[in-house]
């Protein structure tokens, strides 16, 4: 699985925001969906609140494309 480092410059970010920050989805919109449909693990769990706010040190698993992004 590729690793990501993404670094914020805030408290926090919400998932969604988060894979569109990312490059991970294209709109909003796909990213709403992903999540909804619980393809996305939020520091080894399956994550379905696209408002979760994600901090330093968190990890977002988007399985299908191999991928997991870490926050710095």
């Known amino acids: 699985m590729k690793q990501e480092e993404i670094?914020?410059?805030?408290?926090?970010?919400?998932?969604?925001s988060l894979l569109k920050f990312a490059g991970a989805v294209e709109t909003g919109g796909i990213g709403k969906e992903i999540i909804a449909e619980g393809r996305i693990k939020v520091n080894g769990e399956v994550c379905l609140m696209r408002g979760k706010k994600l901090r330093k040190g968190d990890r977002v698993q988007i399985d299908e494309i191999g991928t997991e992004l870490v926050i710095i």
């Open 7 to 16: 670094k914020i410059h805030t408290e926090y970010i919400k998932l969604d």
